[in-house]
C-alpha cells in the first residue's frame, strides 16, 4: 500500500541581507571518515514581520513553524528558497551573540521531526524544559538545523522497545558531524482519534507513522480498518483536522488531540503497554564528560573481514568489565563490494559494515579511554559519537 504524503505549498519569500560563513565542524576524539563533498539546499520558513538582522539568528523562527529542506509548512506565508538569493542563512551566533541571550533569558532552540503534537516535540521539552521547540518536516533537516545555526539542539528518536532502531538516524549520526550531550526516554500512548461526530463505527482507514501502526496492529486489525501510512503519528491527526474527514482517524499523541481538536475515540491502544522511544540530543559541541554520575558513550567502528574480529572487538569492554547497552550493525553505504565469490554467481562474499555500539562508562574513566585505544589497535575505522548523562527514568 503506497504511503499518503502530506505536502505543503510554496509561496515567495523576500531573500535575507545578511551574510552567513558556517561554522567550522568540531574534529572528533579519533580519526574521521574523509569529508564527502555535498549540495544541500535548506528553505527557512518565516513570516514577514520576522526580518529583523538585529536578531542573533537574522530570521526569527517561530515556534509552531518548521524548518525544511524543500517545501514549506502550510502555516507558513512564506518561503525562503536558496535559490533565489546567493545568501540563504543567517549569520552564525558569535561569543558577544552567546551572551547577549544569555543575559535577556533566551529560550534554548530545540529542532524535532515532526509537527507539533509528535511524540518528539514532548521528548525536546523533556530533555529541554522551557525551550523553543522546532518543528523539521524530515530527520535530515533537524540535523542540518543545528549544524547551520539554526537552533541550538535536535532531539531525535534513535530507538524503540517495540520497533527497534531508528536506521536513518543511524547512519545520520555518521553523515553529520553532531556530537551526543544527552538522551531521553518517553512512554509512548497511542490514542484512536476522529473529528467530533465520528464514532467508532464509522471509521474504515487509520492514518500514522508506520511505526505506531505497527504497535497498535491488534486493537486496528479487531476493529476492521484500513491502514495508511504517512509521515509522523501528528501529521495524520493534523490532516485528518484540517481535510474534515469522516471515514478516517489517526492513531497520535493526547496532546495532537487537544492541538487539532480531535475527539479521543480510544486510549492506551498499542499492543504492548511497555513502550518506550530512546531520544538523542545532539549539539554542535561535546560536553565535558564528568565521572560524577552514571555516564553513557556511543561509539562507531568498522573493522577488517575474518574470523573472531567482532569478538575482538568487543572483547575489549569485556575485559574492563565494561557493560554494553546497544550494539547496532550498518553497511558502510557508498564504498565499492568487495572480493566476489565466483561459487555463488557473482554476489558479494561479504559487505562492509560499521558497529555502533553504546556502553556504560564516561570518557573520563581511565577503562573506557583503555578499552578505545585497544580497539583503535585494529579498527579500520573508530569515531566516538558522544559521551553522556544516561536517563534512568522514563516519563
Not at 573493522?303 to 554494553?324: H, Y
Not at 563490494?337 to 557473482?346: A, E, H, I, P, T
Request: proline share 7%.
Amino acid at each position: 500500500m503506497s504511503s499518503t504524503i502530506l505536502r505543503s505549498p510554496k509561496l515567495p519569500c523576500p531573500p535575507d541581507p545578511t551574510t552567513s560563513i558556517p561554522p567550522p565542524h568540531n574534529q572528533s576524539f579519533f580519526t574521521p571518515l574523509p569529508k564527502r563533498r555535498r549540495c544541500i539546499s535548506i528553505y527557512t520558513c518565516c513570516t514577514a514581520g520576522d526580518q529583523s538582522s538585529n536578531s542573533a539568528f537574522g530570521s526569527e523562527i517561530k515556534k509552531g513553524q518548521a524548518i525544511e529542506l524543500n517545501k514549506v509548512n502550510d502555516d507558513n506565508p512564506y518561503e525562503f528558497n536558496a535559490k533565489d538569493s546567493p545568501n540563504p542563512l543567517p549569520r552564525p551566533l558569535t561569543s558577544a551573540d552567546l551572551s547577549n541571550m544569555a543575559s535577556e533569558g533566551s529560550r534554548l532552540r530545540v529542532a524535532y521531526q515532526g509537527v507539533r503534537g509528535a511524540y518528539s516535540e514532548s521528548a525536546a521539552e523533556k530533555a529541554y524544559p522551557n525551550c523553543e521547540a522546532v518543528p523539521c518536516e524530515q530527520f535530515d533537516t533537524a540535523f542540518e538545523a543545528v549544524e547551520r545555526w539554526l537552533v541550538d539542539r535536535a532531539v531525535l528518536p534513535i530507538e524503540n522497545s517495540l520497533g527497534g532502531s531508528i536506521h536513518r538516524n543511524y547512519d545520520l549520526l555518521l553523515r553529520h558531524r553532531l556530537h551526543i550531550v544527552g538522551e531521553v526516554k518517553l512512554a509512548i500512548r497511542h490514542c484512536l482519534l476522529a473529528n467530533n461526530g465520528v464514532k467508532i463505527e464509522d471509521l474504515k482507514r487509520v492514518l500514522s507513522h508506520p511505526q505506531a501502526l505497527a504497535q497498535c496492529e491488534n486493537t486496528l486489525t479487531k476493529l476492521g480498518l484500513v491502514r495508511e501510512a504517512v509521515d509522523d503519528t501528528a501529521g495524520a491527526a493534523k490532516y485528518i483536522a484540517f481535510n474534515k474527514l469522516n471515514d478516517a482517524g489517526a492513531v497520535a499523541s493526547l496532546a495532537a488531540s487537544r492541538i487539532y481538536g480531535l475527539n479521543v475515540l480510544a486510549q492506551d491502544i498499542q499492543d504492548d503497554s511497555d513502550n518506550v522511544t530512546r531520544f538523542l540530543m545532539l549539539a554542535r559541541e561535546p560536553i565535558i564528560p564528568r565521572t560524577d554520575k552514571p555516564f553513557k558513550t556511543s561509539v562507531v567502528f568498522s573493522l577488517d573481514e575474518g574470523p573472531g574480529v567482532l569478538f575482538k572487538a568487543l572483547a575489549v569492554f569485556a575485559m574492563r568489565n565494561i557493560n554494553l547497552t546497544k550494539i547496532e550493525s550498518r553497511p558502510l553505504q557508498k564504498q565499492a563490494l568487495r572480493v566476489l565469490d565466483d561459487s555463488v554467481d557473482g554476489f558479494p562474499k561479504y559487505f562492509p559494515y560499521l558497529f555502533y555500539v553504546d556502553f556504560e562508562a564516561s570518557m573520563a574513566d581511565q577503562r573506557a579511554q583503555n578499552a578505545l585505544g585497544h580497539l583503535k589497535e585494529f579498527a579500520t575505522f573508530l569515531r566516538v559519537l558522544g559521551s553522556y548523562p544516561s536517563d534512568s527514568g522514563i516519563a
